[in-house]
């Protein structure tokens, strides 16, 4: 009895360890099947064509689609993700600070250049005094927007600020604008109420702009805000996640990319 017991033991220690993750032994993520968390859009997308090609290649991606910025990361760091892809470094460095995660950026992906838009204005030249005009509630987006602003000749910022500036920093705003900060998902859902907005290209194309033929405003192809494909630090040189980088900036995805997006959206290799 007690040696039926103890193989007892064994066997649902070993089917609790089995369910503890798709890794092996040393840590190091599953080389025949991953999860990607990704953002609903482009990213998403983007991804889809990675997996159809790392299927050929023996390597399933599992894409999981999320709807806000938050839980990418989230669920990343508690392993319930092996990667994500949609953020930019500023976001990431920022979020992962600010919550104490061990997570690093390994490549670059795409550039979604943020824009201006509105349902009413056809040019950033017809905001009038005290309009009310949105941008991201997130540090790093919310900075990103606002430098958006000063390049359209809006709004000065602190020269020192760079790319933590926030609202404070404005000193100058010769049309007294009023500026509303909402969940970057919310901002297009909330056009009509506002004169203008800054929308990131992911959110925008969910909802039914064409960046570069809808927006007043639009950030250069050369934009600095790259995005990139993180994971847990420990993880950051297992074959699996070198693979993944090797699929994504292929030729094969540069070309869907240009084909699909027509600009929108631009790759980084």
């Known amino acids: 009895m007690k040696k039926v017991l103890s193989l007892l033991v064994v066997s649902l220690l070993l089917v609790v360890l089995a369910a503890c993750g798709g890794g092996n032994e040393s840590g190091a993520l599953s080389e025949e099947r991953i999860s990607v968390g990704v953002t609903a859009g482009p990213h998403e997308q983007i991804m889809e064509k990675v997996a159809e090609l790392a299927a050929e290649q023996g390597l399933t991606i599992d894409v999981e689609v999320f709807t806000e910025y938050v839980m990418p990361n989230i669920a990343l760091a ?3 993700l092996d990667v994500n892809s949609f953020q930019h470094v500023p976001y990431l460095d920022n979020f992962k600070e600010d919550r104490n995660l061990d997570l690093i950026e390994v490549a670059t992906t795409v550039n ?10 056809s040019d950033v030249s017809e905001l009038q005094e005290g309009d009310r005009v ?7 987006n919310g900075a990103r927007a606002l430098i958006l602003f000063e390049a359209a000749g809006l709004i000065t910022l602190d020269p020192d600020a760079g790319v933590a500036a926030t609202v404070l920093d404005i000193v100058e705003n010769p049309l007294n604008l009023e500026f509303i900060e909402l969940e970057a998902s919310q901002l297009p859902r909330q056009l009509d109420e506002l004169a203008a907005a800054t929308i990131n290209t992911n959110f925008a194309i ?6 570069t033929e809808d927006s007043i405003f ?3 192809s050369d934009s600095p805000w790259v ?4 994971v847990r630090t420990e993880n950051k040189d297992d074959a699996v996640v070198q693979k993944l980088i090797e699929i994504y900036q292929s030729e094969e995805v ?3 990319i240009e084909e699909t997006f027509e600009g929108s959206v631009v790759p980084s290799w």
Do not use: R
């Open 218 to 220: 639009i950030e250069p």
């Open 254 to 256: 540069k070309q869907f």
């Open 134 to 140: 949105g941008l991201p509630n997130d540090p790093t």
């Open 206 to 211: 969910e909802h039914g702009y064409v960046p």
């Open 112 to 121: 979604f250049p943020m824009g201006i838009y509105s349902a009413s204005l």
């Open 78 to 80: 508690e392993g319930e």
């Open 227 to 230: 995005n990139v494909i993180a």
